[in-house]
């Protein structure tokens, strides 16, 4: 079976925008077994979507088109749909009367402009949208399947594999393998060390693919076993993912979907510990990541951006003389920072972070990307230091990432010393 | 003119590599008036870049291929496409000499294979690559136009504006037409909002076109104004701006580039005020996008997630009758927040959030999406209340842009009252 990708929108073929939903779904495809053969990007044209499509057709089994979903009049991609196959569209009214409670739900005036977001051509199956207002479809047309879904990344995500996998799988069973995935997510190594030190491990023989994803600053590996058993296909992933664990050791923090701060959230809560984080150089994301879970307010106390000098002496209790002496940017400093933030905040744990995000402020001796994290609790305080080569948004990431990494081995019971 | 762009490797259609020369060549291509028709991806394979670039020249008057130009067996985009003109490979000396000169210059081993980096299709006009081995060449065909760069993106980014575009601009002197472009940037108004009141804009008439890009949660609206006089494109675009500008009023808080945090910065250095920030639903997102940009500390002076009731009280002086009688979440709570904190870390300028992130944690009352932001400076206290209806990491991303918003719409001195 061959797979045709139809990436739809002005802001493409203008450049405003870099389609990166053709990798995603061309990933997701080839780990399953199943050729993309072209990706294609058109824009919000009637004729000219009409005529690719068709095209695109003569030589693969089924195309999926994303964009031009939207209420707007520039979003015409289900009526070409329509047009190209001379189907008329039809008002689908469960999808209408769940589009005007969304609506009245979230105190939106209604405009009829948005029912033609509830418009499909005849024949079409409906793909629901679990996160955003515009349904896709899957329309079977001679023997081959066509998809419509939003071109919104966030729900490309979520709808390929909750929608279109499953009707892809009823209609060509004969390409189906039973297949099972382990996303294994990594912080600590490049990509170039995590492809070295899986080298060794014979994935084609296992009946294993394996896919290397580097999703800043982390590294995914997922593998995805396939064969006709199920049982066998589970008992050769289960070999990949031993292979690959032994490997790769403590740079694993996650086997599955769930990222760092997901792991912390549930591992504070089960052991029934609080946390509060003083940050300097991060400015805020240490604490915006721990908020991004539902319920961390029952071990998240609180969170202080001490960015001046000031504000670390004052509410954190640093003394002067050790910011006079080490500097504010120094193994001192951060190690005080988290022993100040936990005991101000009354919590079990103190996590901290100062160093220089840049691009201004290094110097010979502590350069740009010069970042030490520290983590308090009642017998004693570990700091790491690190020396990071990023512009600033992303030497604010990675030092984030690094402070919760720090916090995840350690409530993993994993030995901690400074470093 | 029209423009077809052909991306070419397995790397592509497999998903390990997101292409992002299309979406940098449409860009470059767009702003000069010369629209791409189309984008395409395709592997290293003889017969499918034949075929489909042949597909492209029937409806493109020119074709900017990249990538498959590397020294080993699996990459054949030269010897397919002078195969699909039925054209020979032809050795050009002056090519091999400069590649052997760089070989022994950087002390690599020559091997013959390297050779095949110096052949061309007869009749190529080659484009020289000053960062990399592999050269380009442009190839006429039929009164059309293929170009072929090497697909490392360091090297497509100096081949295109270097080798490209001065033989487009020879080939096709009569399609350059003057280009100019604003973006603007708006907050508080959805998309389908956005394109009501700009409906009655006849921008086809000022030669203008325009689109609208949602970037969560902000809306821009890029308007492109093409023209064989470029005085007469630059008026053009100023009409259309303006109309634009009295249609959406205070809803715009960019002309060009420029994000929020970045606008704020600069009104606060320029007025010389500080800031300090008082978190509760935004969870640390306010501060982390103001230290986002750099020289950020000039201005601000710390953050205070007070995630709990208790460092709400401890460190902002809210009264616990207040939180008792009114609520965490409430316009009073947010108000002396943005009072507390100003107060304790002695700044110009306070700016708080307080509310329901969600999912869990509404009430009838209260309901999920409940947001309060206030701004206190020496004078007085403005407070906004708002009734979002995203999921978490929305509702976060939302209310922090309302707080800087109210904040960007306070330094540009507009009118602020309670809502």
């Not at 589970?234 to 769930?258: P, T």
């Not at 995000?357 to 290094?362: K, N």
């Amino acid at each position: 079976m061959k797979i045709g990708i139809l990436t739809i929108g002005n802001e493409l073929i203008n450049g405003r925008i870099a389609d990166t939903n053709s990798s995603f779904i061309a990933r997701e495809m080839n780990l399953r077994g199943w050729p993309v053969e072209i990706m294609m990007s058109v824009g919000d044209d009637f004729d000219t979507i009409k005529t690719r499509l068709h095209y695109l057709l003569t030589f693969t089994d089924a195309v999926i088109c994303t964009g031009g979903l939207g209420p707007t009049a520039d979003d015409i991609t289900t009526a070409a749909v329509a047009k190209a196959f001379g189907l008329p569209l039809l008002m689908n009214d469960a999808v209408l009367t769940d589009l005007k409670e969304k609506f009245a739900r979230y105190h939106l005036r209604w405009t009829d402009n948005n029912a033609k977001q509830a418009m499909f051509p005849q024949g079409a199956q409906v793909i629901a949208n679990p996160v955003g207002s515009a349904a896709g479809f899957a329309l079977p047309v001679k023997n081959k399947l066509v998809f419509v879904i939003p071109g919104v990344p966030s729900e490309t995500r979520r709808m390929l594999p909750e929608g279109v996998l499953p009707v892809l799988h009823r209609y060509f069973p004969q390409a189906v393998a039973h297949t099972t995935k382990q996303t294994i997510k990594t912080f600590g190594l490049s990509e170039a060390a995590v492809d070295e030190r899986l080298a060794d491990i014979h994935f084609g023989a296992l009946g294993v693919s394996v896919g290397f994803y580097p999703v800043f600053p982390e590294n995914h590996v997922v593998l995805i076993a396939s064969d006709p058993d199920a049982a066998q296909a589970q008992k050769n992933l289960q070999k990949a993912v031993d292979e690959v664990s032994a490997r790769l050791g403590d740079c694993i923090f996650s086997y599955g979907e769930s990222g760092l701060e997901e792991m912390i959230g549930a591992s504070l809560a089960e052991k029934k510990l609080t946390l509060s984080v003083a940050e300097s150089c991060t400015g805020g994301l240490i604490a915006n990541r721990l908020t991004d879970i539902s319920g961390s307010s029952v071990y998240f106390e609180r969170g202080l951006v001490t960015y001046s000098n000031e504000s670390k002496i004052q509410l954190l209790g640093v003394p002067s003389d050790i910011i006079e002496k080490h500097g504010a940017v120094s193994k001192e400093t951060a190690r005080r920072m988290a022993e100040g933030v936990r005991k101000l905040a009354g919590t079990d744990l103190g996590l901290s972070s100062t160093g220089i995000a840049g691009p201004t402020g290094g110097s010979p001796e502590k350069p740009v990307g010069t970042v030490y994290v520290a983590l308090a609790d009642t017998n004693r305080t570990i700091c790491r230091h690190f020396a990071f080569r990023w512009d600033r948004i992303r030497n604010k990431q990675v030092s984030t990432e690094a402070a919760l990494m720090m916090l995840h081995q350690y409530l993993q019971g994993k030995t901690q010393h400074d470093e």
